[in-house]
Every structure is written in structure tokens, then in C-alpha cells.
């Protein structure tokens, strides 16, 4: 689902518009902003999916809303132009897809960390130090208790998983056992 051609398309020529302009991560706050007013507002998502509304309508309603919420120029149109494209549908997936391109350019990694406990500071500046170390880029970190877990840390770098935590230790020697057996 991530990166279709449609959304990367579209990704890429906000991206160089945002480029030109010197607003990478404000444009991209705003899209993000946008995307998650459409998840909490299902009403509106569905007026701009559903066929039935005329597309001049739903501009004007677009465009209502963006000027309320002060929106800039560049993210207005694109928005408005994703309606009358009738493409507000991939938002999300373009949003994802001008991440990436926005964290190329700023050098930036994310890194998701579950543990079963809360991180101290302390802990948390390491592990952020470690993966600035294994990954050569800044790193954003988010962190999630998991008390599923039990304990240990499992660490998300873009499609690899470091896997640490007691219960995948657990689940690997159970297997080891089974093959003994």
C-alpha cells in the first residue's frame, strides 16, 4: 500500500514544490495535520470519497475549510487538487511517501522501540545514540510500553526489526525444544 505510483507521483511534486519554497517540514506538518482531521472526521472523508457530491462542491468545501484552519498557499492547492482529482483518497499514502523523501533529504531515521517497561532517560539517549551509530542518521525514536513483552526491547529501523525481548528469546526456545523432540 505504501508508495503506489499514484501517491508517489504526487509526492514527488509536492516535494519539489516544498523544496523550491524551503518548506519541507512545514509542508509536511501540514499534510499530516490534514490527514488526521480526515481519520477523526469520517463524515468529511466519506463526503469527499462519495461520487454522488459534485466535484465543485466539494471544493468549495475544501477550500472552506483550508482557509479556516490557515493553511499555506502550496499545501491549499495541492489539497484542492487532490479533490478535483478525485485522489484525496491516497492522502495517506502520499503523506508516507513525502516522509521519505523528507527524511532523505534531512539525513533523519525513524526508529520505532517497544519495550515492557518505561525507557529511562538515560536508556533512551543510548539506544538513540546507538542507532545514530548503526544507521549513520539522525534518528527520531518513538517509544511504546508493550507489557506483552515481559521485558527486553524490540527496535524497529525501517523494514528491520531487532528483536530482544523475553518473549521472542521464549518462543525460540520452545521451538528449539519441539525440534529436539
Known amino acids: ?22 518548506k519541507i517540514e512545514v509542508i509536511y506538518g501540514e499534510l499530516e495535520g490534514f490527514s488526521s482531521m480526515l481519520k477523526e472526521s469520517k463524515g468529511l472523508a466519506e463526503f469527499f470519497a462519495n461520487p454522488v457530491f459534485d466535484s465543485s462542491d466539494k471544493s468549495a468545501v475544501i477550500k472552506d475549510i483550508l482557509d479556516k484552519i490557515g493553511m499555506s498557499i502550496t499545501t491549499s492547492n495541492f489539497l484542492v487538487l487532490l479533490v478535483d482529482k478525485r485522489r484525496i483518497d491516497v492522502l495517506e499514502q502520499i503523506k508516507e511517501c513525502y516522509q521519505r523523501y523528507m527524511d532523505d533529504v534531512l539525513n533523519k531515521v525513524r526508529v520505532g522501540v517497544k519495550t515492557a517497561f518505561p525507557l529511562s532517560s538515560e536508556l533512551s539517549v543510548r539506544i538513540k545514540k546507538q542507532m545514530e551509530g548503526l544507521t549513520g542518521k539522525n534518528v527520531e525514536m518513538v517509544v511504546d510500553e508493550d507489557p506483552s513483552l515481559l521485558g527486553g526491547v524490540v527496535i524497529r529501523v525501517g523494514d528491520t526489526l531487532y528483536d530482544g525481548s523475553v518473549k521472542s528469546q521464549l518462543n525460540n526456545m520452545r521451538e528449539l525444544i519441539r525440534e529436539e523432540m
Open 1 to 22: 500500500m505504501i508508495g503506489s505510483d499514484i501517491a508517489k507521483r504526487y509526492a514527488r511534486a509536492l516535494f519539489d514544490i516544498a523544496r523550491e519554497e524551503d
